[in-house]
């Protein structure tokens, strides 16, 4: 039998059904696997060894009456920007170090109540700023086939735990490719659903319009999984879309026939890595094999301004998410001064990281007056631009398909220093997030060892369509298979 640890969802599900396993042993085999990686790995803010064992007797006790869900009993991680009752929610900064939410998220929610085991949670760049995990303020995550590269930012943790098997599956948040990229960086499934289709309600906001919160698995039919059990509306979040959920698990045939994919020519970026072109051709030419039709003249013009539409946006609504933390109200407070001004600067000063205080800054610049109808406005002109491209081309075609990244993991501090290079790193994906639409990174190859993944964009609300190529996929090659050597 393999590891307990390096079992899909499925696998799990059918064991602990037929009674072949507990819930209590694949808990004990993920927590040991825990202290056996995390060394090397640091996936893991906070560890919920008491909790998780709690919760595996409980779900035990749910099996054994028949209550059982596709997720009862699975052990799970999830994203430290995500709010936890009764468990500390830090987004990986020393100004929330210390919070310890009164309520859960929605979608913590939604998985307590479908049996989810949380083993617990994960490290991120700081409040979800960053594209590698090294802007955490508490430590770097490092990528288990190969400690000295990155994981991908900002949800590294929860792709790296999920890669190194300390859980089955796990929650990040995506704001401009905070799944999808770690996702292909660490060789697992990460999807970003439509925006609307998952609550953000205890989500901690980074940019409002964009964060949109999916799930890390072992591959697609967990993902559609974990989709069927945290999709859907929730009057508590405004933005949350009234849209029935369908279970994603059907239609996932391994058929593509009559399908058109098309293949945007402008995601193949100058610079990008040969091998990453190659493998990402290599994988087009399988959903071919496997009955699509494939359509290598497609053109989204105004892909290129997604970059700099990314980057006033989010930093805009990021000034305005983060005002709340003035020492006042949760989080530090800086207590040695008794001028209110004085304590709420002193209080960002020490307790937001570099590039956090980078992006307040360029986004209270860009919605100051005078700046507002150059900036901001102008960005939100082009935004609807991107969308439109995205509208006409889904017209035509079921599903895009690009690389997900232009490069494999790069090493530790080789971009540290360089903002520009590192925000290049998402060029692929923020696109998907300033059009609102889904999009799924799944395994596609390897470089020197190296995991690259491959993009799947829909339309709108489409996301059975991505679980169905995926899946199609997944049935003629193994890239999902592999594990790494940590």
Known sequence: MTDLYNLTIHEAHELLTTKKLSSVELTQACLARVKKVEPGVRAMVTLTEETAIQQAREADKRIAEGKVTPLTGIPALIKDNMCTKGIRTTCSSKILETFIPPYNAT?????TAAGMVLIGKTNLDEFAMGSSTENSA????????????????SSGGSAAGVAAGEALYALGSDTGGSVRQPAGFCNVVGLKPTYGRVSRYGLVAFASSLDQIGPFTKDALDCALVMNAISGH??????????????????LTGDLKGM????????????????VDSAIK???????????????????????HALAVYYIIAPSEASANLARYDGSKYGYSYKETDNMWEAMEKTRQYG?????????MLGTYALSAGYYDAYYLKAQKVRTLIRREFEAAFEKYDALVTPTSPTV??????????????????????PINIAGVPGISIPAGFANGLPIGMQIIGKPFSEPTLFKISHAYQQVTDWHKKRPPV
Request: glycine share 8%; aromatic share 8%.
């Open 260 to 275: 058109k994919i098309g293949i945007p020519k402008e995601y193949f970026v100058k610079g990008m890595q040969v091998e």
């Open 409 to 430: 993991p790069f090493k530790i501090g080789e971009k540290a220093d360089d903002p520009l290079q590192m925000y290049l790193s998402d060029v692929c994906t923020l």
């Open 282 to 304: 290599a994988a087009i030419k399988k959903l071919k094999e496997l009955g699509a039709q494939v359509d290598w003249e497609v053109s989204l013009p105004h892909t290129p």
């Open 107 to 111: 979608v913590v929610e939604k998985l």
């Open 352 to 360: 937001f990281g570099a590039e956090v205080k980078r992006r307040i």
């Open 138 to 153: 508490l430590f770097t995550t490092h990528n288990p086939w190969d400690l000295e590269r990155v994981p991908g930012g």
């Open 234 to 251: 929730d009057p508590n979040d405004s933005t949350s879309v009234p849209e029935p959920v369908p279970d994603y698990t059907h239609g």
